[in-house]
């Protein structure tokens, strides 16, 4: 009994020592951690006399959570400039409220940061729930005096002629009224449209005539663990869309994890990403 009491005690500090390890790298390496990660999406809602588009996304910045501070802001537009964009959009979520070892970063240091984006077609913006917690209306002024483009239930035409493609971004759906209808509204039937949205959850009531949907919001779940999945995902759909590239009745969604944390400083499984979406035909 002795011998097997000594065996439990060890393994019980041996699994201590182990999730301390891990807690430790999750909170110290992984919020630091930037990745840039490529994926490539084939619509039947792009057209094949259209070019591919790489599209880099940003989202869920969150800038001031820990371990990430200007310095990485400065890094994410460097590392997005250098993988070529054509369009760089942004999903919303420049600030934080009350991140553990974070601090605040007002939204127009941010936004001038941001003006060192360079995209052929631009950077185009929609706003999340924590821009809309602190201000909304500040948050899209200091961007749009940034030259970034900031869309709400609207859409905008990019390129001209045969090449010409549309832009559509909805607002937040956890504190503004969201009308997908009134986005496309001005969307000739026959152009292809990519729409920006903060929040994954519209996606279920995208129109098939979409290209591509992209989101952030989730975090990825900011931690994946073994077996179990993603413990945490603020999304009514739970996993669902959580992370990376679904498919649904042929309509396509990408989840970006996004660059920042939120509520707790951790990462373990999901680093922060700058994505970089190719839009293609089938």
Known sequence: ???????????????????????????????????????????????????????????????????????????????????????????????????????????????AHLAGLRAPHGVVAVLGNHDWWLDGTRVREDLERAGILVLENDATPIGDGARRFW??????????????????????????????????????????RVALTLAGHTHGGQVVVPFLGRPVVPSRYGQRYAYGLIVEGGRALFVSSGVGTSLLPVRFGVPPEIAIVTLSAP
């Open 1 to 111: 009994m002795k011998r097997r009491s000594r065996l439990a005690l060890a393994v019980a500090a041996a699994a201590s020592l182990a999730g301390a390890i891990l807690l430790g790298w999750a909170v110290v390496v992984g919020p630091g951690r930037l990745v840039v990660r490529e994926t490539r999406v084939r619509s039947e809602g792009w057209p094949a006399t259209r070019p591919p588009l790489r599209i880099a996304v940003l989202t869920d910045l969150h800038v001031g959570s820990f371990r990430n501070g200007l310095d990485q802001l400065d890094e994410v537009v460097a590392r997005t400039n250098g993988a070529h964009p054509d369009l760089v959009v942004i999903l919303g979520d420049l600030v934080i409220h009350d991140v553990l070892l974070g601090r605040f970063v007002p939204p127009e240091t941010t936004a």
């Open 167 to 208: 832009v559509a971004g909805l607002a937040d759906l956890w504190t503004r009224p969201v009308s997908i209808p009134r986005a496309l509204a001005r969307v000739p039937a026959d152009e292809p449209v990519v729409l920006l949205t903060h929040n994954p959850d519209v996606f279920p009531g995208v129109p098939a």
